[in-house]
């Protein structure tokens, strides 16, 4: 296994293709500790390719900071990633600063392997989404996608906790997908799980989609082709306003026993939505 730990940035320059064929499943690790008071980001410039065409290669992103004036950031562009049954792991702490973790034009692929996206932020500043995914694609066979994100003292109301849109997809085979969005103390802006122009996701498992806001505002946000081989269920929490708004898209489950279950303790809002069992 290789790791590269660094202070500041990690970056991977336009063109760069790691191709490697190992007996014995590795574990490859990019580490922005982000200590030296520079910025830290672990960035992926335009056309970076890693495959596995061996043993299992799980790839793992993790950056964090710890002061003020300070970012931290995964960008991981357009990506793309074969791991022959590896884990693709992100861990973004983001303690002040800007960003989280963004795939753009991303190609994902694990396999048997898992896929997990984890944003924490405290105190940022972010244009879009603490996790943000667009026209990018993640895509296993029995393994698992997770994607989470955390915003705490957010510097501006203008951010979700996760973002998915223009045309990103997320498809397993066999696998479960979960998609969380939690903000604690924004009360106005986006919505803290948003999922629309033309995101589609399809599970062949089950498909749990949430989002908690701890103060007054908007939680769940569809506007998305959804699809689960299991139950596909989409929870809403907040203290006031729309706990989920679907406006259009579908979702749909295709197996005898699945249900579709849309829980909030709010208001449930369905705008030309398309509900199938």
């Known amino acids: 296994s290789v790791t590269l730990t660094a202070d500041s940035d990690i970056t991977v320059n ?20 982000g200590t030296t008071g520079s910025p830290s980001e672990t960035l992926f410039n335009p056309n970076v390719e890693i495959v596995s065409t061996g043993a299992p290669l799980s790839l ?7 002061s003020s004036a300070r970012t931290a950031q995964a960008v991981l562009g357009n990506l793309k990633l074969t791991t022959n049954g590896g884990d693709f792991t992100v861990r973004g702490i983001v303690t002040y600063g800007s960003n989280g973790i963004e795939l753009d034009g991303a190609a994902i692929n ?18 879009t989404g603490i996790v943000h995914l667009t026209n990018s694609s993640l895509t296993t066979t029995s393994g698992d996608v997770t994607i989470s994100g955390l915003v705490r003292n957010l510097n501006n109301n203008g951010a ?7 045309g990103a997809s997320i498809q ?17 802006g986006d919505y803290v799980t948003k999922i629309f122009d033309g995101a589609t996701i399809q599970s062949g498992g089950t498909l749990s989609i949430s989002g908690v806001r701890e103060v007054s505002g908007r939680s769940v946000y569809l506007n998305a082709a959804l699809e689960s081989a299991g139950a596909l269920t989409v929870t809403g929490t907040t203290t006031n306003f729309t706990g989920i708004l679907i406006d259009g898209g579908a979702l749909t489950t295709t197996a005898s ?21």
């Open 14 to 33: 336009t063109g760069t293709t790691i191709n490697i064929s190992p007996s014995n499943a590795v574990t490859l690790t990019f580490e922005s500790k």
């Open 60 to 66: 793992v992103v993790t950056m964090r900071t710890g």
């Open 110 to 127: 694990t396999g048997a392997g898992n896929i997990s996206l984890t944003g924490d932020a405290n105190g940022a500043t972010v244009s």
């Open 160 to 166: 979700a906790a996760v973002l998915i849109e223009n």
């Open 172 to 188: 397993t085979s066999s696998g479960n997908v979960s998609i969380s969005g939690h903000i604690r103390d924004s009360s106005t």
């Open 257 to 277: 026993a699945g249900d579709v279950l849309l829980t909030a303790n709010k208001r449930i809002a369905l705008d030309s939505a398309n509900v199938s069992i």
